[in-house]
Nanobody, 119 residues
Framework: QVQLVESGGGLVQSGGSLRLSCAAS????????MGWYRQAPGKQRELVAT???????YYADSVKGRFTISRDNVKISMYLHMNSLKPGDTAVYYC?????????????WGLGTQVTVSS
């Protein structure tokens, strides 16, 4: 089993910044790719950003240039630095991980952390 725990969510003003963290524990040797999904009311789940064990990254078009994903391969921790936040970024953000290099259907999920961006 792998456990993922997110932290760092909260309420921020439009244009502000926030940093999300994800800590992994358990059978962490099974983790390869890590990333973030988000879910907002009335919208489909969206893959926000991913990072592989060798540092390759992916960003959704909606967050390119504003969000940065990073990873610590010793602690098996992951971070999402979010800048220039918009009300449209409001969602529950989930840390995800998988044994493969892809996160189309992640095997491991955290419980989520709420991000709310006010106007």
């Amino acid at each position: 089993q792998v456990q993922l725990v997110e932290s760092g969510g909260g309420l921020v003003q439009s244009g502000g910044s926030l940093r999300l963290s994800c800590a992994a524990s358990g059978s962490i040797f099974r983790i390869n790719a890590m990333g973030w999904y988000r879910q907002a009311p009335g919208k489909q789940r969206e893959l926000v950003a991913t990072i592989t064990s060798d540092g390759g990254t992916y960003y959704a078009d909606s967050v390119k240039g504003r969000f940065t994903i990073s990873r610590d391969n010793v602690k098996i921790s992951m971070y999402l630095h979010m800048n220039s936040l918009k009300p449209g970024d409001t969602a529950v953000y989930y840390c995800v991980a998988d044994r493969s290099e892809r996160l189309w259907d992640p095997r491991y999920w955290g419980l989520g952390t709420q991000v709310t961006v006010s106007s």
